[in-house]
């Protein structure tokens, strides 16, 4: 039997959405075993004072199989 777990991360880039989420899934798997895949739940954008986009962030869930 198989049994997975899912854990909700939040990650920023200062670059893109796409950058947050490779970011993500790196980071992802140097701390998890077995990381299988990653729903994005959420996008997100901070503002700076010049009305610039100043860091993109997401939200993903990331699913990991555990192991004996």
Do not use: C
């Not at 920023?12 to 990381?35: M, W, Y």
């Amino acid at each position: 039997m198989t049994v997975a777990k899912v854990t909700e991360i939040k990650i920023s880039s200062p670059k893109s959405f796409d950058d947050a989420i490779k970011e993500g899934i790196a980071r992802a798997h140097k701390t998890l075993k077995n990381v299988k895949s990653a729903w994005v739940k959420d996008f997100e954008v901070t503002v700076d004072d010049k009305g610039q986009i100043a860091e993109y962030r997401i939200l993903m869930k990331v699913t990991f199989i555990l192991t004996d």
